[in-house]
């Protein structure tokens, strides 16, 4: 099935010369099929001969077996299994490929220039040219918006704060005490720069907040997910490096550093002043202690527990985390003495089954 | 104490007849105190005389007995253990009886036909007859919405989107590439549709966002919780089947399928393209990563790392996560091994001690 | 660096003398240098001459004996170390005097009374005197609100509901069946008073929704950190007792009731009827499974799982939660096994490597 149009506008069909030239292949090494159309790109189970599917491995090689496709985007060592019919588009990074052919057919929209009437801008915020601002939206006094901003509906942008050019604020997110750089996104329900978990006890028994008085800083193409939150810095900055990335519901302290092209999974929490270098990759439900350390390119794995500085390079995981392979190691005894019958005695077994009941937390009661 | 009246409108006084036919006891079973008068439900500790309480197990017993409530509905084998004055009214399932007088006397409000004059509703948009539309909600250009469906203040319903008869969709909520059934509803602040966490290197470093291209498809009486997010297809799509309700902070990638009548708790996270069954459970901050299958009716726990296909009717838990029986002796032998002291040498326990800190991630600090 | 004037106005400079008094020190403690002028409170590694700065511990000792600062808040046994031209302040409790002259350099800003010509406010809605009311807000018919509330863009107050004086609540928070005391805040996105994740099966295999009959209570300075949730008690209240802080998307289930001043730490989940006591905390993505009860002042560690009651004063952490040196003990036990090579055998480890990958759950595709 190719895209639904109701949602998804496509400027198809395009000739396979267009597209073979969108996914990086040399001209001319298509021959005669180059003048063939093709409609949309589709999964590689269900695309037909009017559309373009890809596969990045062997793992579907079944798939491309039985495949419909038209033309399949696939490494060269795979160009020999498409089917009769089917035109091979061999590239070295199959993913990167399709992502070039599928924009060619489904191009990220243009905002459409203008300011709804419902919306609530202040008459000294800046709005670069080509910006649109959908019903709802706030942008508060002296805010400043590069060329071609996209600001949905009922998002809000606090006073001062500075987007670049090609900013994508979707609906519902907010963004306070915020300074971006270009091409930077905010998905629907992002909160960026709210005041961060700061506050001492009195001797009263009661809490005192401490004014959070940094900023967020994001730079260009960082993206923030859907519901995530990014606190802003308690003194200084916290600050998401170019290209970093973070997932839905990701939780970001005060005061974080981030390097480069970071990439931060859904639900992951990194605590105040944790620092991160370049491409650091953290899976999901992860969660990071503050005042940490982590070096460049480190991998952090699902649901870890990081207590500790993890040098650059390397892969940890497990609650508390260590090294992948001891983490593995660890996890394989724990696999085997479970499996053995009798391991811990049956009766303690028994106690801590009926303490526990399998699985904990069932739903549905309200009492 | 009843429902508070500022919140929760009701119904009553009702007849104890009534309410025995809505609890679904048979005709006639009550004799003489058909008649008497009832004004509300209460929990079994505070009930009087005038409200109805119910229990579900032996484990209120001991409030049973002293419980004012002028009538408890409760398991048969348990109705011989009211206290004078108070009429039994066993069922089979309790829960479910209760739900339903709970209904009786609090029946979930009809939407208040009409469009608020602050909403914005595209001149295309369709909406079934006694829908109502809340202040400042947004309901972009060729939606559809089916009878009686309920839109909260703020909510966006984005373009082309398709929600069947009875929707709820709360304050906040967003929707776009959606096309739900009948009587579906969407929390306060839950996400739906919005582009994945798909992207892919390029050889500068950069990260290209691979074009997001599907739907998101809701069965009959799903329930998105609040401030959960759901997001759409890559190619093809994310597919919540009937029934099935995610509670608050669920976070759904990409693809994901899932079967009827699952129920996914609080702060579970799923990865793309992982497909459920039929009336799976998933207990609450449990993880699983991609591409994975799990079988009709099997139950995860609790804070399970699932990285592996779980068969159908399986029980798992843990992390990474393994049957419940060997998770529960697994975790039974490090009880054991952590409460034996010098287990691990005391001098490297203090290590760990201090490098940790008990416990981890202490807050209120912004240094 | 100094707080950025375009997100926090600053009253500075002020007299050193005043700062100190701020700061709690006894008067004339300071001679001469009373008279000194600071502009702004600054981190110790990037004060200057006219900015405050402080320290909390020996840990950033190197840093203040290279401190530019003009003066420093300091524990009175660091007061020695300051160098030469920076006066020591020294005070027991360096983090609450830095707050307190933070709050003098940077007072939060006080509401701007009025209503914003597009905000919703239901006719007969109390509002107390000088509270401030932003674009699109909605405020339900009956609400009421203390003296010198404010309520931010697109926040949502239903119908019905009570807050005290000077409450918060933020840019796109929302609250429903809701009764608070005074001081309460509700960060951005915060969701509160919505339907509980409470419902049965019913024999056709269908979910009835139980009515959720109770509230949310929230006692004086309470605060609800960005995108958490609160749910509204099944039957009975759910209630967060005076001075409890949750922190960023945070899932409070049905009718769990907390104590005074508990804290807990972002993307915790308790599930519902659980009880806390007074001054419990809760470090990170913890999760607490159902009708539990904790004693006060205990402390749970990050990403515990608690499946049982926690006696007052206890420390715990661990997934089953346990006592926190014996699982600091079961730790350093996993880690010494992961770290000794073929501990579990080489051939096993190596196929639990294969069937796992390191680390788990990466990002990045979207087949």
Redesign the interface.
Known sequence: ?A??P???AGTGPHRLDRIAAAAGLPEGSLAADGARLFED???LH?AGPAQIA???GRR?LAALRESQAGAVILPPALAGAVPEGCVALPVA?P??A???V??L??P?PAPAAGI?P?A?VAPDAVLGEGSEV???A?IGA?AVLGARAYV???A?I???CVFGDDARI???A?A??CVAGHRVTL???A?VG??????????E???????????VLLGD?VEI???A?V?RG???DTVLGP?T?L???V?I???VTTG??C?I???V?I???TRLGD?V?I???A?L??HLNIGSKA???????V??DVPPGQ??????A???????????????????KG??GPA??GD??E??G??????????
Chains 1, 2, 3 share one sequence.
């Open positions: 099935m895209a639904d109701r949602f998804h790109v589709a999964p269900e890809f596969l990045d579907h990074s993913h990167l399709f992502a070039r599928a924009a057919f489904h990220a709804h419902t609530s959908g019903p709802f706030v002296g949905g509906p009922h809000v606090g006073p001062g979707h609906a519902h907010s306070i005490c998905h629907h329900g909160r709210q005041e961060g978990f700061g506050f001492t006890p009195t001797p028994g009661r809490y005192l907040t401490i004014p959070q008085l940094g900023r193409e997910g859907a519901n939150c606190d308690a003194l200084g290209g990335r997932d839905n519901q939780q302290g005060h005061n480069r092209g990439v999974v859904a639900q929490g605590s105040g002043s491409y990759t899976a999901g439900q969660g202690t503050g991998r952090i794995g699902a649901q870890a527990g207590q500790s892969d940890v995981t497990g609650s508390p260590m090294p992948v392979k001891d983490a593995l190691r660890a996890a394989l005894f724990l696999r085997k003495l479970g499996a053995r391991a811990a303690g077994a801590l089954a303490q526990k399998p699985p904990a937390g069932r739903p549905g009661h309200t009492d």
